[in-house]
Structures are given as structure tokens and as C-alpha cells.
């Protein structure tokens, strides 16, 4: 049975709790923790967005949407798998240019503008039955049983970015 998107933490997350919860930039947490942080892409393509985030971001079911794919690194480490979906329509007026970010991390843009609001976080436990556990543990040799993400939408102008973030084991590595 496939787990759901819930809003509150269950309690067997404790030591990724600072983690889930910190409603800052994730790349900034990291970076004031990681002298060598990187994002790496993995890719970023136009498509249609799974029917979980579909309703995220009211992208009907044949809608497009730009899909990013990336891992945070500390050094040669990886820390988080994020992935983004971007809807068409989204990408215009002041987001117009997030099409062409490519190693640049997306928080960099979302957090720099005062009037970007984020909708409250929602956690899941993804297991190997989730499409997103199975792309964030491309790279990792011992894949755990489980690994936990959050998710939520920023808005600006009304458009608005589903941006959904899956904690590797090593994150832990990280002072909390
Ligand atoms: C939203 C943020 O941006 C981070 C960087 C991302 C990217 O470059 O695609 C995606 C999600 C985040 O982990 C953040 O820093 O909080």
C-alpha cells in the first residue's frame, strides 16, 4: 500500500525532523554547513508531471510542465535529490528565465524575491514503490528501505512551482 502526501510529521523521522521543517532555503542550510556544496543536474525536460502534483499546481492532465531533476552535493557527496515541476505557464514574467537554470541552484531565484510566498510542507516516507525513491537512489550503492521528502508550491504572480525534496542518508553527515 502506497503511502500519502501527509501534512504533519510522523514521529519516525526524528533526526531528518530539522531537515523536513526548516521552511528556509534548503540550499542555504546546506551551504552555511558544506563548504563544497554543488547541484548537479540530472535533467530537465518538458513533460507531463505525475497525477500527485498535477493537482499541486492545477496543470490539467495533458498539460506540459518543465521537470527538473537534481542532486545537492557536499564534495563528491549526495545529500538530496529535487525534483521540480514547473508548469508552462509558469515560466513567464519574472520566472520566465528558470527554463535556463542548469547548475544553478532554483532556490537561489525563489528565495531572492520578498513576494515568492510557499504553501505549507507536506512529508511522505517514499519506498520503492514511488517513482521519486527510485530516482534519488540512482546513485546511492546501498539503497535504505525508505527515504523521506517533503514537498510544497511557491507562488509568484499567481504562477506557481511544486518543488518536492528527497533527504539522502548522508545528509545526516551534516551538522542538524
Ligand atoms: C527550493 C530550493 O532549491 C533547491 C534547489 C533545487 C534546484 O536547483 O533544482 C531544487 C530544490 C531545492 O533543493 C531551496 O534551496 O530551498
Known amino acids: 500500500m502506497q503511502s500519502l502526501w501527509q501534512n504533519r510529521l510522523s514521529e519516525s523521522c526524528t533526526r531528518y525532523r530539522p531537515w523536513l521543517l526548516d521552511r528556509g532555503?534548503?540550499?542555504?542550510?546546506?551551504?552555511?554547513?558544506?563548504?563544497?556544496?554543488?547541484?548537479?543536474?540530472?535533467?530537465?525536460?518538458?513533460?507531463?508531471?505525475?497525477?500527485?502534483?498535477?493537482?499541486?499546481?492545477?496543470?490539467?492532465?495533458?498539460?506540459?510542465?518543465?521537470?527538473?531533476?537534481?542532486?545537492?552535493?557536499?564534495?563528491?557527496?549526495?545529500?538530496?535529490?529535487?525534483?521540480?515541476?514547473?508548469?508552462?505557464?509558469?515560466?513567464?514574467?519574472?520566472?520566465?528565465?528558470?527554463?535556463?537554470?542548469?547548475?544553478?541552484?532554483?532556490g537561489a531565484a525563489l528565495f531572492a524575491n520578498p513576494r515568492v510566498q510557499r504553501t505549507p510542507l507536506q512529508f511522505k516516507k517514499l519506498n520503492r514503490r514511488d517513482a521519486l525513491y527510485k530516482r534519488a537512489c540512482t546513485i546511492l550503492p546501498n539503497p535504505p528501505a525508505s527515504l523521506w521528502a517533503r514537498r510544497s508550491v511557491f507562488y509568484l504572480e499567481g504562477r506557481p512551482i511544486l518543488v518536492t525534496e528527497v533527504f539522502l542518508p548522508d545528509i545526516l553527515k551534516l551538522h542538524p
Open 25 to 106: 532555503s534548503l540550499t542555504r542550510r546546506i551551504r552555511m554547513r558544506c563548504a563544497a556544496f554543488s547541484v548537479r543536474h540530472v535533467q530537465q525536460q518538458h513533460g507531463v508531471a505525475m497525477p500527485s502534483e498535477r493537482h499541486m499546481v492545477a496543470l490539467k492532465h495533458h498539460s506540459r510542465a518543465l521537470l527538473r531533476d537534481v542532486f545537492l552535493y557536499c564534495g563528491e557527496t549526495p545529500l538530496v535529490f529535487a525534483h521540480s515541476v514547473l508548469p508552462a505557464t509558469s515560466l513567464h514574467g519574472t520566472w520566465q528565465g528558470l527554463g535556463r537554470l542548469g547548475s544553478k541552484p532554483l
